[in-house]
């Protein structure tokens, strides 16, 4: 069982959806992070959280440290926004999720 | 620009060769690390270093080598290529466990 597990694995939306991908984890993290992936592309770092909340405008993510789980929000879905997310926690050491590949369309 | 930087971008071996892939940042991050990314398996850490002469093995170091001699270069050797190692691989930097990753273009490597 992975340390870090991801769902929905793949997201289909409409353009100008709601999308939640969430991210929960099994291991003691001191921090939480959500990368992006463009297709064919390399890997940015969206953001990093321990706790609370962090916007950076349409994208939104939140930690509940209690149980163990995280969300990456996408408020107003675009084209452009299709890509694989990739949520990371670091502890004793770094651990990734296996990626939710999102495909927005117009 | 600030950054990592990785080369080559593409890379085509027999099987067999050897091969080094480089990296280096100028962010003075103490933490490096190489990942490999093959499809449905997202990102798996080959080996990573906490700081110049400090180096430690990740969840998949078979095959692989590496050495930190200076806090901004951390290469990756293949010492003996093999199909099994086909696949895009990424190095990463950070300042620490409290800050964000930054990572490189990745290189995509097919062993033939």
């Known amino acids: 069982k992975n340390e870090v597990e991801q769902s929905p694995q793949n997201l289909t939306a409409q353009e100008g959806e709601f999308i939640t991908i969430n991210c929960s984890y099994s291991?003691?993290?001191?921090?939480l992070h959500w990368l992006q992936q463009h297709p064919g592309g390399g890997i940015v770092s969206l953001f990093m959280?321990?706790?609370g909340k962090k916007k950076h405008g349409r994208l939104i993510a939140t930690i509940n440290i209690q149980e163990k789980h995280s969300s990456l929000h996408i408020t107003a879905s675009h084209p452009r926004d299709s890509a694989v997310y990739i949520c990371?926690?670091?502890?004793?050491?770094?651990?990734f999720g296996t990626g939710t590949s999102l495909t927005v369309i117009p | 620009n600030a950054g990592v930087t990785q080369t080559p971008k593409f890379q085509v071996l027999k099987t067999g060769q050897s091969m080094t892939l480089q990296c280096a940042q100028d962010m003075n991050h103490e933490y490096m690390s190489w990942y490999r990314q093959d499809p449905g398996m997202g990102l798996r850490l080959i080996h990573y270093?906490?700081?110049?002469?400090?180096?430690d093995q990740g969840e998949v170091p078979n095959g692989y080598n590496v050495s930190r001699s200076t806090t901004e270069d951390f290469p990756l050797r293949l010492l003996s290529a093999a199909p099994s190692q086909t696949s895009v691989y990424f190095c990463?930097?950070?300042?620490?466990?409290?800050?964000?990753?930054?990572f490189g273009s990745g290189t995509r490597l097919t062993v033939v």
């Open positions: 959280l321990s706790s």
């Open positions: 990463a930097s950070t300042g620490g466990l409290a800050y964000g990753y930054t």
């Open positions: 990371a926690g670091t502890g004793n050491q770094f651990y």
């Open positions: 270093s906490v700081g110049a002469g400090i180096t």
């Open positions: 291991v003691g993290i001191s921090a």
